[in-house]
Structures are given as structure tokens and as C-alpha cells.
């Protein structure tokens, strides 16, 4: 998921159809769209667009925080971004795991070099992706 638009496809809006008729002198820019016709756009996808959050559990916790919205596309919306947000994270913990597998197989002798290698999210892995977004986390002491 990371890098893409998470399926949102941006359609072109701009006709052309009026702008074959003119010279090529300086009427060019007023047939590019607008940037409120891009954010329509991308609202009306978002009535289309199923995110990975549901809408009842994001709606759940708006209304925890005091945020109540009869709007889905604002309720996707924030699924959306949160879907980002989570993605981001769990690919920096990714990217952690590579680095720290890399280390471990290149300090053994005869550390196996498969392609197809699974990982696995782990707390060491997790915990410093986290802390590159200023979450703190601890593992909590069972001896008390």
C-alpha cells in the first residue's frame, strides 16, 4: 500500500473541447482545473471507496473524542487518513525488521539468504518505528 492512492482514481476533468478553438497565446491556463474541482472530486470518490477501517468503528471513536458527523465521506475520509497513518508506521517497522535480519545474517557464518523470507511484526521492530513518530512504548514489568 505504500506509495499508491489506496485505489482512488483521479479522472481528468478539463474537456479540451473549448480550448481547440483558441490560439495558442495564453488561454491555456484557464481550462486546467481548479483545485476545489480536484477536492470534489476525490470527495464524491470517497462515497465509492471502501477503506480498511470500517465506518462503525471509526465513527465510534470521532464520537468518543466529541465528534459527531451524519457525513460519510468526512467519516472515510479520516478512515483514510488514519488507514495512511498506520500504513506509514508499519512500514518503517518493516523496514526495521529487513535492517535487523540483514545485521544478524551477516554476523553468522552461513546465515540463510532466502528471497521468499517471511517477517513477522515484532515489539523490537515495532517500538523504534513508533518512536520515530514520537509514541513512546514499554514494555510493562511483570515482577511487581
Not at 471513536?61 to 457525513?71: P, W
Not at 488507514?83 to 544478524?104: E, V, W
Request: charged share 20%; no cysteine.
Amino acid at each position: 500500500m505504500v506509495g499508491s492512492n489506496f485505489g482512488i482514481i483521479y479522472h481528468n476533468s478539463a474537456g479540451g473541447a473549448s480550448s481547440h478553438g483558441q490560439s495558442s497565446g495564453g488561454g491555456g491556463d484557464r481550462d486546467r482545473t481548479t483545485p476545489s474541482s480536484h477536492l470534489s472530486d476525490f470527495m464524491s470518490q470517497l462515497e465509492d471507496y471502501t477503506p480498511l477501517i470500517p465506518d462503525a468503528v471509526t465513527s465510534h471513536y470521532l464520537n468518543m473524542g466529541g465528534f459527531q458527523s451524519d457525513d460519510k465521506r468526512i467519516v472515510r475520509l479520516i478512515s483514510l487518513a488514519a488507514q495512511k497513518y498506520m500504513s506509514d508506521i508499519i512500514d518503517d517497522a518493516l523496514q526495521h525488521s529487513k535492517a535487523r535480519t540483514h545485521m544478524q545474517t551477516t554476523n553468522t557464518p552461513g546465515g540463510s539468504k532466502a528471497k521468499d523470507r517471511k517477517f513477522t511484526l515484532t515489539m523490537e521492530d515495532l517500538q523504534p518505528a513508533l518512536a520515530d513518530y514520537g509514541i513512546n512504548v514499554r514494555k510493562v514489568d511483570y515482577s511487581q
